[in-house]
């Protein structure tokens, strides 16, 4: 199915319902996902997910690896990324017109399901994509939401974008894509 969208169509983003929020990505981007957590195994990749917000739809346009910055020993199973790292990457968004929407990162040799240590530094709103990877084969792929009251992840709808050149920046925008 292919849409005739452009952002900035509609600005209506606060007042879309959140069950009908999605997360939208190519089939390269989806494949480019799991080749970090291919690359990263047995550790854990982890990294941010840029894009934007059209008609209440996360549309993504790349993706920012980040240096896991939990101890080695530890980083099988866990992802760390620091505030300094945040700012970083949320000013390099910016500087395209674009916004981190989002957090990916692996699940060596597990499911692609959000663990407690992922809930308990999770934020409000970002999409969180989790690829399970087992023996360096990424496989299933899902993206999750924290739920209002940040007592558990919801599962957030991936759509399949048709072409990764059906982003248009908003005029006068410099964004180039990543
Ligand atoms: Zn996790």
């Known amino acids: 199915m292919l849409e005739n969208w452009t952002i900035g169509k509609n600005s209506h983003h606060s007042t879309t319902p959140k069950e ?14 799991g080749k970090y957590g291919e690359a990263a195994f047995p550790n854990e990749c982890c990294g941010f997910i840029l894009g934007k917000l ?10 920012l690896p980040a ?10 199973h866990r992802f760390l990324i620091t505030p ?7 000013k390099e968004a910016r500087g395209r017109g674009l916004d981190v929407l989002g ?8 499911e692609a399901r959000p663990s407690q240590y992922d ?3 999770a934020w409000p709103w970002y999409s969180y994509i989790i690829v399970s990877v087992k023996e360096r084969t990424a496989g299933e792929l899902t993206s ?5 009251d940040r007592t558990k ?23 180039r894509r990543l």
Do not use: C
């Open 20 to 33: 009908q929020m999605a997360i939208k990505l190519s089939t390269g981007q989806f494949e480019q996902i």
């Open 54 to 63: 059209v008609d209440g739809q996360k549309v993504v346009t790349g993706f």
């Open 67 to 76: 240096a896991n910055e939990r101890e080695d020993e530890e980083q099988y």
């Open 84 to 90: 300094e790292a945040y700012r970083a990457a949320d």
């Open 103 to 110: 957090f990916y990162h692996s699940h060596p040799n597990a």
């Open 119 to 121: 809930l308990d530094h």
């Open 144 to 148: 999750w939401v924290l739920n209002d």
């Open 153 to 175: 992840f919801d599962g957030e709808d991936i759509l399949a974008a048709i072409r990764e050149d059906l982003f248009v920046p908003q005029s006068g925008d410099a964004s």
